[in-house]
């Protein structure tokens, strides 16, 4: 079992950029997938990008190819989110997820992941 808190967020203009960090708890952290997920208000919590156990492996919706970039330092028991290059609809509450690992697969469905983080708000100007 482990705790996630992310940090990072603010206010930002289009075309800025932040970086998003989420802190793990515990000793297994290396022993999860990760994945980043956001939900705008009024909208559905949507999947933004995930990150195999070691980091050879990521995935990312459509929306963001190109401009974000998940990493992930298991030393550090943190995993990141680079945003780069942001837009007005990538405002929202942005969560951490962690999925344990059984395979190489990533999962883009939350209902997948067995823990959450708190949030943190992302808002991009125009």
């Known amino acids: 079992q482990i705790q996630l808190v992310e940090s990072g967020g603010g206010l930002v203009q289009a075309g800025g950029s932040l970086r998003l960090s989420c802190a793990a708890s515990g000793r297994t952290f290396n022993t999860y997938h990760m994945g980043w997920f956001r939900q705008a208000p009024g909208k559905e919590r949507e999947y933004v990008a995930a990150?195999?156990?070691?980091?050879?492996?990521?995935h990312y919706t459509d929306s963001v190819k190109g401009r974000f970039t998940i990493t992930r330092d298991n030393a550090k028991n943190t995993v990141y989110l680079q945003m780069n290059s942001l837009k007005p609809e990538d405002t929202a509450v942005y969560y951490c997820?962690?999925?344990?690992?059984?395979?190489?697969?990533?999962?883009?469905?939350?209902?997948?992941?067995?823990?959450w983080g708190q949030g943190t708000q992302v808002t991009v100007s125009s």
């Open positions: 990150i195999s156990w070691n980091g050879r492996s990521t």
């Open positions: 997820a962690a999925r344990y690992y059984n395979g190489i697969y990533l999962s883009q469905k939350d209902n997948e992941y067995a823990y």
